[in-house]
């Protein structure tokens, strides 16, 4: 099995030399994040967490994706939060791209390293420190948990992307699959946070055009994405933010294998009443 490796932002600004352009782009369909763009000067700090930074590369928009938010933080030596979530409705997923640190789920302690994944459910207690000498990096992505009477709220939970077996895709060879951290037909589940792997060569062979949000940053390799209408070159540390219904079909083209985390919403049904007040009697 071939080793995993995980791209992470360090900041930092180019140089005044630099080219202005790049392959940022921001559609109605969908936008694409390069990894040049994670600088210093966009990073943000929030409430409660000690020597942290964080890349905000999707939040909720009206009009564009509306389920989700997703940050890349960087926690220095030392830090971490014992107040990390502020909202008691709101479900996460914590994904490490790079270093260590200790995750105390509900009491008990988590060492959690490379590859390491954790669910966070609604309501969940939770605290973050970097013991480490390190910075750790890790994804957090939130979502307003969607509850439905007759069905509980899933369990927390902690593993790591190692000890999981890929899902090889139908009818492909092996040459493209999808490391699922939760079974997709528990419906207490609203999102999953997946891995989807494609050898060299792979592809998506048509322009998957669904209800689902999606977030996608790539962990490793390059490939070519369709979007829309449009062919764009992606590679480790770029992320794509997907609006339902925006064809997407991809071509791992580079010379070795790639890999995205990927955020979808499932498993509920579409709200027909968007109004706030609606949307807080959910429950």
């Known amino acids: 099995m071939a080793r995993n490796t995980y791209y992470a932002p360090k900041g930092g600004l180019p140089p005044q030399t630099q080219l202005i352009h790049d392959r940022a782009v921001f559609t109605e369909a969908y936008a694409v994040i390069p990894k040049g ?8 700090f929030l409430p409660f967490w000690d020597e942290t930074r964080l890349w905000v590369i999707a939040r909720p928009m009206s009009g564009f994706s509306e389920t989700f938010s997703h940050y890349i933080m960087e926690v220095s030596p030392n830090g971490g939060s014992e ?69 509980d709220v899933p369990e927390a939970f902690v593993t790591n992307e190692n000890d999981i077996a890929p899902t090889s895709m139908p009818d492909t060879n092996d040459v493209w699959a999808t490391t699922r951290f939760t079974d997709p037909t528990d419906l207490r589940h609203d999102m999953h946070v997946n891995i989807v792997t494609f050898q060299s060569g792979g592809v998506i062979p048509f322009d998957e055009t669904h209800v689902m949000e999606h977030g996608l940053y790539v962990l490793e390799g390059k490939a070519v994405y369709h979007l829309n209408q449009d062919w764009v070159e992606v590679e480790a540390g770029d992320y794509m933010w997907l609006r339902a219904f925006c064809p ?36």
């Open 83 to 151: 107040k990390p979530e502020l909202d008691p409705g709101a479900e996460g997923v914590i994904f490490i791209v790079e270093g260590e640190m200790t995750l105390t789920l509900e009491g008990k302690e988590h060492h959690m390293e490379l590859g390491g994944y954790a669910y966070l459910p609604p309501g969940a207690k939770w605290t973050v420190k970097n013991n480490s000498a390190a910075p750790v990096r890790f994804h957090w992505l939130r979502k307003a948990y969607e509850y439905v009477d007759g069905i």
């Open 37 to 44: 763009v994670m600088s210093d000067i966009v990073t943000s």
């Open 248 to 283: 997407q079909a991809c071509y791992a083209a580079g010379p070795s294998r790639f890999r995205y985390l990927l955020y979808k919403d499932v498993n509920r049904h579409m709200v027909l009443n968007p109004s706030p007040a609606y949307r807080g009697n959910r429950r």
